[in-house]
């Protein structure tokens, strides 16, 4: 006689009236394809109630949404959220979403500790000039003071890492209300992270989780106030050009190895800031720009990658993405069709490792481009994958550069820095030994989220 399946654990969705078990329920499987959960996804009147709930609510006090924020990032990245202990829930998420399951641990640990600074954090982006409150002594006078755009955010979260969940934690902590609409392939991270915002003292009208399907999530999108939205091309195209919605598409991060700079020095850098992270992340490096000859460069990050192990999420030494086997293979002829005239330099002979198990290992590949205005440059495929090419300084030599969320740059050129800083559609610039993958709490990443959930008014209390 067969042993019985393992019943599916069940995520509820978490309205304003506590948690809710819809009859629309989408199964979520893990990358060898196996039944894991049963996601609630509900309907679009329980979406716009939950929203009315959130929008009439009145947020705890700042000295009690630091507290709890606190409170919530400790439980969350290191006690037992809804019965489930830190080690299950890493190994979970590693088994959906295919990241290296001490990658999740890590990222889970990362998103507790901005939790807990994001109080401050947030208020980095607030002007000198301005007040957190009317009540702020210097209004007496006439000042400005710090206002939120809205009250109630919404935010379409993305599978490819925990880390993202870092956003609306600002939100949170400026005292906005937020729905979060996960990710179908991996609900788990937000999951845990509202529940334990609830499990400390937040109240249910704060802070919901609304899985939707598709169309009900563009319309959760025009109720909100504000919105974040991650995803591809499609998503900057489509709400890029207006105010109340933060588009956050592909990253294009890049690196640049000017000529005094000496390749094997930096290789660490390099291989991290391309393969760290499991290659999944906006922050990865797509792009190596070399000022002479890139073809050594190219060999030398291929070398240093060729050893990275294919390996189940699940194991420790794991470092490389696992999607389900079809999904792999769909990556790896987009990638074929994308290369183009690229010569490749690894992962030849596909990026598809078969694991036996329905899952696949997503391995690195290397391409070398004879220009550095080449259309392949700017391709970002979700896994650990590197366009470099050659880079000169003549004509318009900043434009290969444009356009990129993390630029590390080895330069001591004071004339390039500063052009790199000035330049308005690079996001972040690192100059020396720092992968584009490096933050900390309190730096900018898009520039800073209060600058969009924030605006400052002229107030005088006489």
Known sequence: MSSASPALTDLHALGAGGPYRSRNLDVVLDVTGRPVAELSLVPWLFAQRTLQALRTAVPPDPARRAKLLTRAGWLFASGSVDGVSPDVHHRTVASVSGLPVSLVREVTRQVGDYAATAHDSVRQARPVGAADSWRDHRVRQGSGVWTRRGEVLVCHAPANSPVVHTAWLDALALGYRVAIRPSQREPFTAHRLVTALRQVGYDNDQVAL?????????????????????????????????????????????????????????????????????????????????????????????????????????????????????????VDQQLRARAGTARPVLGADGIVEELGDGSAVLRPAVFLLDRADAPQARVEMGFPCVWVAPWRRSGDWLAPLRHTLSLTAFTDDAELIGALVAEPTIDKVHIGDRPTTWTRPGLPHQGYLGEFLMRTKAVVVD
Do not use: Q, W
């Not at 598409?249 to 390749?263: V, Y």
């Not at 094997?264 to 070399?290: I, P, Q």
């Not at 189940?312 to 794991?318: F, N, Q």
């Open 210 to 330: 609304l899985p939707t399907d598709h169309p009900t999530a563009d319309r959760l999108v025009g109720e909100a106030d504000l919105a974040l939205v991650f995803g591809g091309e499609e998503v900057v195209r489509a709400y890029g050009s207006g105010t109340l919605v933060m588009p956050f598409g592909p990253g294009r991060s890049k690196i640049l190895l000017t000529a005094g700079a000496d390749p094997a020095r930096h290789l660490d850098v390099l291989a991290e800031s391309v393969a760290g992270h499991a290659g999944t992340g906006c922050v990865n490096a797509t792009a190596v720009f070399v000022e002479g000859d890139p073809a050594p460069v190219a060999a030398a990050i291929a070398e240093r990658l060729a050893v990275l192990p294919s390996l189940p999420p699940g194991d420790e030494a794991a470092r490389l993405p696992v999607r389900r086997s079809a999904v792999a293979h769909a």
